[in-house]
T-cell receptor, first 114, second 114 residues
């Protein structure tokens, strides 16, 4: 049972336009949501996160939106650049007592065309 | 470069064998996490250690075990290997045990079981 789902395996956008990556989750216990970016032959790199008590978090060109009632989050990249081409993983976190579990989606491969 | 090192980079072995993957966390990081990325399952959390103690377990098989040593490096032992164990294994580290946005990933070890 996949608790974090990224339904689009790939996305292609033009340079300068907006990229929107989507993610759905099922577990109400998740209290923190994150996006990671991954280039080939490298480990994932943290991009941006949002706490479950917020609905939006911005960091430069990256904005994450959280809709708790719909159990949905999205990552907006504006404007998209060719260097943003990578696999993007959505992840959700919960834990207690000093432990933490991260559950990842299967990723969306973003291609930004010049 | 995240500061997390993993050895070896690549490992090719046969079914039934046992292997050990090694991870050195970033300097000062006390928490270590292991993840498995396979083609069909995406990134899956296996286990977390904090300052030598096991803190959380995910989808880790009984054939797999891990430990974190006093110098904080960690090893993941995989035994009775099966074809399906072929995957990328990532290690991540963080200063504190509950800061998912502060997890830094290593480059991974690619395990191929023939």
């Amino acid at each position: 049972d996949q608790q974090v789902k990224q339904n689009s395996p790939s996305l292609s956008v033009q340079e300068g336009r907006i990229s929107i990556l989507n993610c759905d989750y099922t577990n109400s216990m998740f209290d923190y949501f994150l996006w990671y970016k991954k280039y080939p032959a490298e480990g994932p790199t943290f991009l941006i996160s949002i706490s479950s008590i917020k609905d939006k978090n911005e960091d430069g060109r990256f904005t994450v939106f959280l809709n708790k009632s719909a159990k949905h989050l999205s990552l907006h990249i504006v404007p998209s650049q060719p260097g943003d081409s990578a696999v993007y993983f959505c992840a959700a976190s919960w834990g207690q007592g000093g432990s933490e579990k991260l559950v990842f989606g299967k990723g969306t491969k973003l291609t930004v065309n010049p | 470069d995240s500061g997390v090192t993993q050895t070896p980079k690549h490992l090719i072995t046969a079914t039934g064998q046992r292997v050990t993957l090694r991870c050195s966390p970033r300097s000062g990081d006390l928490s270590v996490y292991w993840y498995q990325q396979s083609l069909d399952q995406g990134l899956q959390f296996l286990i977390q250690y904090y300052n030598g103690e096991e803190r959380a377990k995910g989808n880790i098989l009984e054939r797999f075990s891990a430990q974190q040593f006093p110098d904080l490096h960690s090893e993941l032992n995989l035994s009775s290997l099966e074809l399906g164990d072929s995957a990328l294994y990532f290690c991540a580290s963080s200063v504190r045990p509950r800061r998912a946005n502060e997890q830094f990933f290593g480059p991974g070890t690619r395990l191929t079981v023939l």
